[in-house]
């Protein structure tokens, strides 16, 4: 059964600080891994990684993934009271998307 | 990317009604998604909207709960049937972003509609 863990499950750190968040999966054909943000609703698109060992990078956000040990990171570094939110790590696996459970970050001013 | 819109945005409703919800989005796309999200959850899909054709629905999910329209290739509508607090969450519909050189693809969310089953 295809399957996406994410860790840790809730993570709170002091404005300033550089924050990881891990997301591992088990899927039977691998297109894709989706990194997204969740504030309130809707969730919005961060990156997609498909290729191993290439980092994405957005401003203090970058990404990178692993397709031999099966898992990405994300990390948010010098972070802000505005990055507290869920972030959610997707698998496309056949065009399905799996969700992990999210990882919900709170960052203290 | 594409921008979607859904309404309502959120709805208090009582057990035993229906309730509509609709996804517009400013282009045409092939397929479109109905996500719910319960409280404190992942994201669940519960059908892929399939224009002319029925939707297809995930295990767990069935069409006399949750129907769902697809008239065209911009607009699709998902209904909640015979509400029960178990309905309360957040819906979900998305769709398709352009596709990476190797064929894989990220997928786009409207805004949410957040329900209450009272």
């Known amino acids: 059964e295809d399957k996406v863990v994410q860790s840790p499950l809730s993570l709170v750190v002091h404005e300033g600080d550089t924050v990881t968040l891990n997301c591992s999966y088990e899927?039977?054909?691998?297109?894709?891994l989706l990194w997204y943000k969740q504030e309130k609703k809707a969730p919005t698109f961060l990156f997609m990684l498909?290729?191993s060992g290439i980092e994405k990078k957005s401003g203090r956000l970058s990404s990178i993934l692993d397709k031999k040990e099966l898992f990405s990171i994300l990390n948010i570094t010098a972070t802000q009271t505005g990055d507290s939110a869920v972030y959610l790590c997707?698998?496309?696996?056949?065009?399905?998307?799996?969700w992990g459970a999210g990882t919900k970050l709170i960052i203290k001013p | 990317s594409a921008v979607i819109s859904q309404k309502p945005s959120r709805d208090i409703c009582q057990r035993g009604t229906s309730l509509t919800i609709q996804c517009q989005v400013d282009?045409?796309?092939?397929?479109m998604f109905w996500y719910r999200q319960q409280p404190g959850q992942s994201l669940t899909l519960i059908a892929t909207?399939?224009?002319?054709?029925?939707?297809?629905?995930e295990s767990g999910f069935v069409i006399d709960k949750f129907p769902i329209s697809r008239p065209n290739l911009t607009f699709s509508t998902l209904t909640v049937s015979n509400m029960s607090p178990e309905d309360s969450s957040i819906y979900l519909c998305?769709?398709?972003?352009?596709?990476?050189?190797?064929?894989?693809?990220?997928?786009?969310f409207g805004p949410g509609t957040r329900l209450t089953v009272t």
């Open positions: 282009s045409q796309v092939t397929m």
């Open positions: 909207a399939n224009q002319g054709s029925e939707a297809t629905y």
């Open positions: 998305s769709v398709l972003g352009t596709g990476s050189p190797r064929g894989s693809y990220e997928q786009y």
């Open positions: 899927v039977t054909n691998f297109r894709s």
């Open positions: 997707a698998v496309d696996s056949n065009y399905q998307l799996i």
């Open positions: 498909t290729s």
